[in-house]
């Protein structure tokens, strides 16, 4: 079975650019979650996707903004790129029924430098 | 913030030695999970307890919870080099499933 996959797996932009990256989840699994990962804060949630809709979300500026496909693949997309967005972002699927107790499967991460 | 802590921050033993890591959290939750990392890749999932239950194993990994202190450990015995990673506890705000990682615990096993 196929793993959750993201591309690009990196990608440079300059400051004040926008960038879209996107996932594809486990075949079955609806759920799809971003996380944001720097040295600096660590592990962030950014938002979660079930059935196309937002389900949760995290504290991050309205740059940040995400979508689901009746598919379930999803997309992500950062506008007026800043410096601290630089970043790996990870996608993952969980079958989720939105109760908590099923793991998440990460997907190997988006590397995103702003320059 | 609600991210939970993890301690140690980095961990540096011998094959063939036990690492234990431990995690504390803030919130109520449903159950903890625990995460490894290979360097700037994706995280992947090790073992998943729930609040109800207080210890588990899976094949070298040794997981507790202690929902009175929030707190969590996870053991890994008789380490390999290949054990090398950084690892995360996970806990999900309560009857969602939005993950709130720890810091995380760099460890390193030298051959």
């Known amino acids: 079975k196929a793993g959750v996959t993201q591309t690009p797996r990196y990608l440079i932009k300059t400051r004040g650019q926008q960038v879209t990256l996107s996932c594809s989840p486990i075949?079955?699994?609806?759920?799809v979650s971003w996380y944001q990962q720097t040295p600096g804060q660590g592990l962030q949630f950014l938002f979660e996707?079930?059935?196309?809709?937002?389900?949760n979300k995290g504290n991050f500026p309205g740059r940040f903004s995400g979508r689901q496909f009746s598919n379930s693949r999803s997309e992500m997309n950062v506008s007026t790129l800043e410096l601290g967005d630089s970043a790996l972002y990870l996608c993952?699927?969980?079958?989720?029924?939105?109760?908590?107790?099923?793991?998440?499967?990460f997907g190997q991460g988006t590397r995103l430098t702003v320059v | 913030s609600q991210q939970g802590e993890e301690d140690p921050q980095a961990l540096s033993i011998q094959e063939g030695e036990n690492a234990t890591m431990n995690c504390s959290y803030k919130?109520?939750?449903?159950?903890l999970q625990w995460y490894r990392q290979n360097s700037g890749r994706g995280l992947v999932h090790l073992i998943l307890?729930?609040?109800?239950?207080r210890e588990k194993h899976s094949g070298r990994l040794r997981v507790t919870l202690d929902t009175s202190k929030k707190s969590s450990s996870l053991l890994i015995t008789a380490s390999r080099a290949a054990d090398t990673a950084s690892y995360f506890c996970?806990?999900?705000?309560?009857?969602?499933?939005?993950?709130?990682f720890g810091t995380g615990t760099r460890l390193q096993v030298f051959p």
């Open positions: 993952a699927s969980s079958r989720s029924r939105g109760r908590g107790n099923t793991e998440a499967f």
């Open positions: 075949s079955g699994h609806r759920s």
């Open positions: 996707y079930f059935s196309e809709t937002q389900r």
């Open positions: 919130t109520s939750i449903n159950n």
């Open positions: 307890i729930r609040s109800n239950e």
């Open positions: 996970a806990t999900d705000l309560y009857n969602t499933d939005k993950l709130i």
